[in-house]
């Protein structure tokens, strides 16, 4: 293990147990997820890309295996490790100034810092104005930008996010995909970030973890060298796309490019397949 190393997960395992049988949702995942790298989950539903999230943040124990952040054992939740949810996880009775100081309060950071903290979100977040707002007055994508400076707040190592923009219409989605790179960029954390989309894995991934169910399991990791702003309609990321479709047996666009995809992209050297 590298003391730069963000996340190191080993061998997990995770089972669920019902009455009648047991679901296996993630078999032998072993990952390494670097300082300030942008990582993307992507499968199809049920590979158990909340499954990973939801032990890397603590939530859950794996039945088997070990995950480490920053060196220390995952044995719950930290502020370490900050999650944003799908939906809008805003306490509705607090404005958004005292939403994004929600986890600050709690650690008991002084208010005259904390007001320091809310004012340079605020402005990350473009929501200067909003601060005395409640949840209610402001869109989804307002919304779903407080969740992400709430969870900044904490000044966290690792931010973890679970499809933050799949109730956003496509519009807000891809202008809330560009401010999270920019806010990224500004802010350099390590970011696993959990979609159904190739699209916006290819936009925003430096790594794409791809996923596969039954049992959940990593498939291929493949390294996004493009610089961005990407443009998803370049040929290479058309080639990217397609063979995360042929991956995952997805059907595929009939467009066929005449590039090899080698010289774009790389599969990562810690590739598990069970
Ligand atoms: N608490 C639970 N009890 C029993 N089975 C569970 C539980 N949580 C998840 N599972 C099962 O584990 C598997 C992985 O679930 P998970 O929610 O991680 O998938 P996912 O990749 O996030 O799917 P989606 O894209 O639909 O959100 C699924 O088959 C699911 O039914
Ligand atoms: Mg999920």
């Not at 942008?38 to 909340?50: E, H, N, R, Y």
């Not at 986890?103 to 950071?109: A, E, S, W």
């Not at 402001?138 to 109730?167: I, K, Y």
């Amino acid at each position: 293990m590298n003391f730069r190393d963000a996340v190191v997960i080993e061998g997990i395992g995770k089972r669920y147990y019902t009455r009648h049988n047991e679901m296996i949702a993630l078999a032998d995942v072993s990952l390494t997820f670097h300082e300030h790298e942008f990582i993307c989950l992507l499968g199809p539903s049920g590979c158990g890309k909340t499954t990973l999230l939801n032990l890397i943040a603590g939530f859950e124990k794996p039945t088997s295996g070990v995950i480490h952040a920053f060196g220390r054992p995952v044995v719950g939740p930290g502020p370490d490790r900050t999650v944003v949810f799908q939906e809008y996880a805003l306490f509705p009775w607090l404005t958004v100034s005292e939403n994004i100081q929600y986890g600050l309060k709690r650690l008991g950071v002084p208010k005259s810092k904390r007001q320091d903290v809310v004012s340079h979100y605020i402005d990350l977040i473009g929501l200067s104005g909003f601060a005395h707002k409640y949840p209610k007055q402001l869109s989804g994508g307002m919304r779903q930008r407080v969740a992400l400076a709430r969870a900044l707040a904490v000044n966290p190592a690792v931010l973890l996010m679970d499809e933050p923009f799949a109730a956003l219409d496509s519009f807000t989605r891809e202008r809330m995909q560009d401010e999270l790179v920019r806010i990224w960029q500004a802010e350099r954390k390590a970011v696993v970030f959990v979609t159904h989309s190739i699209q916006e894995a290819i936009t925003l991934a430096d790594r794409i973890i791809v996923m596969s169910p039954c049992p959940g399991r990593v498939v291929e990791v493949l390294k996004i060298k493009d610089c961005r702003p990407r443009n998803l309609d370049a040929s290479e990321n058309i080639v990217i796309a397609r063979l995360i479709r042929d991956i995952l047996h997805m059907p595929t666009a009939s467009h066929n490019p005449k590039i090899s995809p080698n010289s774009f992209i790389e599969k990562s050297p810690e590739l598990h397949i069970n």
